[in-house]
């Protein structure tokens, strides 16, 4: 059974960093894709950051980029989301997710992902 654990969420003041952890067992996230998403109360859950299964590609919402920065370590079989320059619109939960497919790229489409954690609260202050 694939379980993804996230961590590292907290309360932050704007301007400050977090760094989210998305730790997997079941599976060697190293052959898929991988997303980063969020949810803030009463929206639709969106898209953050997504890293091929090589590593090689990143992509980022426009939101995001510039402070935002994913990355996985194959070896610990875990994902991070290093998060800069916080502002209180980044405030929601973050999930993390591993696609579909073998040998896959990143996607902004929840629905090309099949598993998902818990999510970790975020909260960014003003």
């Known amino acids: 059974q694939v379980q993804l654990v996230e961590s590292g969420g907290g309360l932050v003041q704007a301007g400050g960093s977090l760094r989210l952890s998305c730790a997997a067992s079941?599976?060697?996230?190293?052959?898929?894709?991988m997303g980063w998403f969020r949810q803030a109360p009463g929206k639709e859950r969106e898209f953050v950051a997504g890293?091929?299964?090589?590593?090689?590609?990143?992509g980022y919402a426009d939101s995001v980029k510039g402070r935002f920065t994913i990355s996985r370590d194959n070896a610990k079989n875990t994902v991070y989301l290093q998060m800069n320059s916080l502002k209180p619109e980044d405030t929601g939960v973050y999930y993390c997710?591993?696609?579909?497919?073998?040998?896959?790229?990143?996607?902004?489409?929840?629905?090309?992902?099949?598993?998902w954690g818990q999510g970790t609260q975020v909260t960014v202050s003003s």
């Open positions: 079941g599976r060697t996230l190293s052959s898929y894709g």
């Open positions: 997710a591993t696609a579909r497919l073998y040998g896959s790229g990143w996607y902004r489409d929840t629905g090309e992902y099949a598993y």
């Open positions: 890293i091929v299964s090589s590593a090689t590609s990143t």
